[in-house]
């Protein structure tokens, strides 16, 4: 497998896990590739207008990347915590289609505005690695960050209060948590993660354009999250990691490929209900590697 | 342009935005779900009506060069494609939703589901016909004129055929909903659909019936785009797709006369965005659906959101 599949890839399972966030807590958003275009934009202006970000000719200091990306998820974290009050008193559809049409508006801002460069984007965004072996360890070592941030939220008292509101957001409210705050931080907390992911994709892809914000990118990180599961963290990770590269692994076939994909989203859901990843599947997998790692200690192999 | 050519530009768009929104809405109010192959299904209308009409397939795909060994009228192939398209959408009802009904799945399941089958419908339409665009040509009108004067300004017949025929529709449909004994049925599936089936209403005959049901209406306002702006690849559905969601909450979930009416809003407000502002055209309706999702969410002519405990 090529590194430059391997990083979408990744960035595929960085935007699940940016889906899956108010997921936990039962809020249904499609905003994410807005805040993923966001992001990207930021790094795009900053890199290539600024010299400060710019470094010299094509290569871009790592420095450089990292405030952009600070910037890029404090930017998308900004208009999520400005438009998240009223929006997250809506639910399940109408929440939905409010963030879709979020969307769509970031789309024909970022399309129309002087300084995006139109339909055909911003070009020759400068590189910070040489190569994308370089990409794929910086990413790897976010998406770790992030999956350690998720695990870690199981065990704090947000991470409850979330799990408690997916389950009965009133029953919640009658026990005294705060929902709409934590319906909030959990969506700004998306907004940021992707904005800090457009902000990297935009210098692997080296440019960016209003596509990367757009309904379709809506639905299609929705898969990675219905496909992987939305229950636990490694679902989603799964999900935008395996759907990311099923497009490419069908190229061989051609003209069928979209179909095949198509088909995948439409049978997943009937089959999988819950998604790859539940409860009971990780249970049953740590078993059966306990009871290997067992075995193994009880009759070592000979040299 | 003056006033007037403004208005029927909005109205006659509007119409096809509030057909549109319609076929979502009777899938939602039996359902509760939205259905997200509804962009491919119209697309779907609009290839039909250019077959029929015995237009030929380009270069491209795999039909390439074919032609329908008849040509009719438009007149005549316009509700063929639509009973075409709401054979399609039946098969979209039998594929992604009724497995999950079946099993008692979370409904928000078959938002994915039928985005696959939307995906699947639209790439198909590639492989088979290319993504070249096609037009209808207006000659296949008959003997109406292109276009003919009204109080000093200039109307396309076809921009009057789509207010028309829309406005045909809804008045149809509304006097089938209230009048007939499945119109009725349907809005007691929608109300309550275990309630009804106690009642001896067959259930899944109501939610097949809103699927063909939306599928005709899909197809239909298809059919007259393609005619009204041609037919620009297998994706131009999408645009609609989504322009009919932010109509259909704009006119309240669920509601038929919501529906046409937030239609009619939006196409007239795109139509007054001023021609040095028409890229922003496009978030002119998103912009509405944001504001009345924020102040009165159930939509203009929606029923008050219940609040279940």
């Not at chain 1, 408690?164 to 009658?174: K, P, S, V």
């Not at chain 1, 210098?203 to 596509?211: M, P, T, V």
């Not at chain 2, 209308?45 to 077959?51: M, Q, V």
């Not at chain 2, 994706?235 to 669920?254: E, N, R």
Request: aromatic share 8%.
């Amino acid at each position: 497998m090529d590194a430059a599949l391997l990083e979408q890839m990744l960035l595929g399972a960085l935007l699940a896990l940016s889906v899956y966030l108010p997921l936990r807590c039962g809020q249904l958003s499609l905003a994410t590739p807005g805040f993923y275009a966001v992001g990207g934009y930021v790094a795009a202006l900053l890199s290539t207008g600024v010299p400060a970000f710019a470094g010299s000719g094509a290569t871009s200091p790592l420095p450089a990347l990292l405030a952009e990306m600070v910037l890029g998820g404090a930017l998308a974290g900004l208009i999520a915590l400005a438009i998240g009050g009223p929006v997250l008193r809506l639910r399940g559809i109408y929440l939905a289609i409010a963030t879709i049409a979020l969307v769509e508006i970031l789309r024909v801002l970022n399309l129309n505005l002087p300084f995006t460069g139109g339909a055909m984007g911003i070009f020759g965004i400068p590189q910070p690695f040489a190569h994308a072996e370089g990409y794929v360890l910086f990413t790897l070592a976010l998406l770790a960050l992030a999956c350690w941030l998720c695990q870690r939220l199981e065990a704090l008292r947000l991470g409850r209060a979330m799990a408690a509101i997916r389950d009965d957001e009133l029953a919640a409210a009658c026990v005294g948590i705060d929902t709409p705050r934590t319906k909030l931080i959990a969506f700004v907390a998306s907004a940021v993660l992707a904005g800090v992911t457009g902000a990297l994709a935009a210098h692997f892809f080296n440019s960016w354009n209003a596509r990367a914000g757009s309904f379709d990118a809506s639905i299609t990180t929705l898969a990675f999250v219905v496909f992987g599961g939305s229950r636990l963290w490694p679902g989603p990770v799964l999900g935008g990691l395996v759907l990311t590269a099923l497009p490419e692994l069908l190229r061989p076939v051609g003209d069928l490929r979209l179909i095949l994909f198509g088909a995948v989203i439409l049978l997943g859901p009937l089959f999988f209900p819950q998604g790859l990843v539940t409860a009971e599947r990780l249970h049953w997998l740590a078993a059966r590697l306990g009871r290997g790692r067992h075995r193994g200690r009880q009759a070592p192999q000979a040299p | 342009m003056d006033l007037l050519q403004i208005l029927v530009n909005g109205l006659s768009v509007g119409a096809v935005y509030g057909l549109f929104a319609l076929g979502y809405t009777l899938v939602f109010s039996v359902l509760g779900v939205i259905n997200f192959a509804h962009g491919a299904v119209f697309t779907l209308g609009a290839y039909f009506t250019y077959l029929l009409i015995g237009g030929a397939v380009g270069a491209n795909g795999l039909l390439a060069g074919f032609q329908l060994p008849f040509a009719l009228p438009f007149w005549g192939a316009l509700p063929l494609a639509g009973l075409g398209a709401a054979l399609v959408a039946l098969l979209v009802e039998r594929v992604a939703f009724r497995p999950l009904r079946r099993r008692r799945a979370d409904p928000l399941l078959a938002l994915i589901t039928s985005l696959g089958a939307g995906v699947i419908l639209v790439n198909l339409i590639q492989l088979l016909v290319g993504a070249e665009s096609y037009a209808i040509p207006t000659g296949a009108l008959g003997g109406l004129p292109a276009s003919f004067p009204l109080l000093g300004a200039r109307v396309r017949t076809v921009q009057a055929l789509l207010l028309g025929i829309a406005v045909l529709l809804l008045a149809l449909l509304t006097l089938w909903l209230e009048g007939s004994r499945n119109g009725k049925g349907l809005q007691a599936v929608a109300e309550d659909a275990e309630t009804a089936q106690l009642l001896g209403i067959d259930s899944a005959a109501m939610v097949r019936l809103a699927f063909g049901l939306s599928g005709f209406l899909a197809g239909v306002a298809g059919g007259l785009v393609g005619l009204s702006v041609s037919i620009a690849g297998p994706y131009f559905g999408i645009g609609y797709g989504l322009k009919g969601l932010a109509v259909l909450v704009l006119g309240g979930l669920g509601s038929v006369p919501g529906a046409v009416l937030g239609g009619l809003i939006v196409g007239l407000a795109e139509a007054f965005v001023p021609a040095d502002w028409s890229g922003y055209k496009d978030a002119v309706s998103y912009g509405f659906l944001f504001l009345v999702l924020l102040l009165r969410p159930r939509g203009l002519l929606g029923r008050p959101l219940p609040t279940k405990v």
